[in-house]
């Protein structure tokens, strides 16, 4: 009997669904961001993402719709990536004795990663599940409200360390072990994707949080209105479907 | 030793004039004997003054000829070819017999390699490792015909040879499989040098197997796929083989096998 391809075809799976979600994730935190550039620009951006500047109408739906698929894929990503979990205590703790003493980086690295993708279980499904059914509510106050009066702040906070460490970690680790861009020199080029790996941790750490920062002091400052919807200054009124 | 005696002699070490100016070391060596059901893993220390030029080797028949007749450790090259001393030095796994105790702080920790088969102290059993890969990935030039011992093998071009050479500088030492999580959490990890092999076996023109024959060898989450890319074989194997290199490869043909 031929030796079952399965295991091939999952490892490529996973590697693409991780590079995929790697992609989106700063995709993602630029459109985030754009809270730096003031309220107009993150509502246009929330609202872009609902066909409004095509239908010239808001459809939340299609946020529900495209973030059920980021959460079908993140829910794929983690089911590949787990097999690769350490099985049982004692996996476990062999593997972290043998961390402990060899004292090398991408060993450590990797542990990193077991323990960031854990966390991103629960972090990022309750993130994902609002986004899914609270689409409507992405907004310059409507984010800024969950993320103060709704406490979602720890939450964004712990799960924004866990991507960019995770992410940046991941693409690092796909491009070594599929030997991407490896040049003739291969230990100078993991050195360099090494040395650029941590400089785009430390970028989208840093935007993430000054976002982050943005939001919290609109959701203080807007506390006692919570639940009013943000107008842009091109409109007098609010959008349906908003009441 | 003291800071200050370290300083009042400091002149004479380069010179290599004086003998008290030569490091005071400790080493610190895990003992166990499995054969003997009385015996625990303990740490012992021993002291010895440091020779110019002295090896791991050096220091540790000191040992043995002055302090611990009973301590077991393995050379038989003393110049990294045979593969049979490899050990954790402060941690890290490599051959004692290329480390230069010149290169280090004065406190060492040796341990023996961990996975392989403990035959005693520093001695560890990585033939019958060796031995099974082999069997498992059948590392030996597989032809279909009887080859004619009369007559002259078919030539090979240098650039080839020079490249399956490369990959068969392996010595076997170990010390990629023990420095490998993955191989330390799953037994049936093939590790990095068993990868290595399938890849020189592949370079091979005499070798008849197509990929999909390798796949069969290493196509699995005991093989190639199992490997987790945390490179810590690359990073300590003594002959320096391009293992990074080599997994990656055989990591690409192997997904192709259709
Ligand atoms: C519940 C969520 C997640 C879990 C449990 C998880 C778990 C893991 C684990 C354990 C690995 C290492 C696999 C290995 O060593 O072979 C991994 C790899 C990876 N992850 Fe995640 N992860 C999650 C979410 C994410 C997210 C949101 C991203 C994007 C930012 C991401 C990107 C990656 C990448 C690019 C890799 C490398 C893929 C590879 O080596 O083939 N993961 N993940
Ligand atoms: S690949 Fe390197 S570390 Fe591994 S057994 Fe061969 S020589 Fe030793
Ligand atoms: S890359 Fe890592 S997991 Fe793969 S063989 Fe080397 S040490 Fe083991
Ligand atoms: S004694 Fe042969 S490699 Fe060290």
Redesign the pocket.
Known sequence: MLASRLPARL?VL??A???F??L??WLHMFFVSSILLGKDAFWHVARFFEGYHIFGKPYPILVSGFALFVFVM??F??AL??R??PADYREYSTFRKHAGELKHGDTTL?FV??Y???A??FL??VHLYTMMTRPESIGPYGSADRIVTDWYWPLYLLLLFA?EL??S???Y??AV?WGWLEGRNSAATRRNMKRAKWLVTVFFLALGLLSLAAYIKIGIDHRDNYGEHYVPASLSVPLEPRQ | MSKSSDQTTGRETQTGVSDQSARRLTIKILRHNPQDSASEPRFEAFELDEAPGMTLFIALNQIRDEQAPSLQFDFVCRAGICGSCGMLINGRPGLACRTLTSKMAPAITLAPLPVFKLIGDLSVDTGAWARQMGERLKTWVHQESEPDIDRLEERMEPDRAEAIYELDRCIECGCCIAACGTARMRRDFVGAAGINKMARFRLDPRDERSDEDFYELVGSDDGVFGC??LLGCNDVCPKELPLQTQLAFMRRKMARVK
């Open positions: 490892d996973q590697s669904s991780g590079v979600l790697a989106f994730m993140f829910i990503h983690a990536a787990m690769k979990f990797w990663q077991v960031t993708g854990f991103m279980f990022g499904s991507v995770h992410g970690i991941g693409l680790r796909v072990k | 987790m890319t």
